[in-house]
């Protein structure tokens, strides 16, 4: 795997708390932060930049029609188009294939019928972004996102913009139960409260953890010795406390925190998806 560039100029490597955000990301946040990272990734995006993306925007709504065929992101484990990976996990819109994220939730739209307010989509008025995502089949995504946390749907039937009533698709399918009813719950609460509160979006446990590796792994990037990149993860007052009698401690965590984060970009990220 090569090596590249800084991410965008706002991260700087050797400070620990430019990354002091990243733990308070809820798990599916952190499959996008670690994918950014992967140099192919980067590479395919920056090559198909100028051809990936019809935009245009219906009432405040981004309104996106990709010509891209999945199969060309079903190595990401995304739905086309690609993502601007300089974008970080609070920025990015980020649509994965409901192939890998168990929590995108499978949802009908009808025209007609009895109902009340609370069946229909709340494509405006509420506190995150909306994106619609008419992929090269024709089917419709929906993606609310703000600050790392994300609502994603996978929409047949009418176009959600005729759409009179939204039906989430019961059973659950096999295999996910957990993630299909926890995404249904946000599903709920977002259409009760025009939000993604965090309290259903809770910072993911080894947050800390990952914020090391991507740390340690961003410095190996930039071609930092272990030295330099055990100093900025510790700090310089505890390095130069510890570097003489635990150096070997040190060096160990540094390779640890690179390893680890190499084989998270090179596609271990999937696991915060399933």
Known sequence: MTRLQDLDASTDWQRRD?????????????????LRRNADYRAAWSALTPSLRA?????????????IPDANMDGW???APFENPDRDAREAN???????CRTVLPVMAIRGGEHDVSDLLPLTGHLCR?????????????????DGRSLQL???GVSVFEAERLLVDIPPPAGSPNNYFRALKQFSDFMR???????????YSQGRRLAEVIQALDGWRQGATHRKI???LVGEERFERDWRHQRSHLLNRVRRAIKRGRVLIAGDYRRFLA
């Open 77 to 79: 484990g995304l739905i």
């Open 18 to 34: 430019s990354y002091h955000w990243t733990t308070q990301l809820p798990r599916r946040a952190w499959a996008w932060e670690l």
């Open 154 to 156: 996978e929409v047949r």
């Open 230 to 232: 055990a100093q900025a």
């Open 94 to 100: 980020v649509f994965w294939s409901s192939h890998v």
């Open 55 to 67: 935009k245009r925007h219906i009432s405040g709504i981004a309104a996106i029609k990709s010509s």
């Open 130 to 146: 909306t994106l619609i995502n008419v992929d090269a089949s024709g089917r419709q995504h929906v993606l609310f996102t703000h």
């Open 193 to 203: 409260h025009g939000e993604l509160r965090r309290s259903l979006y809770p910072p």
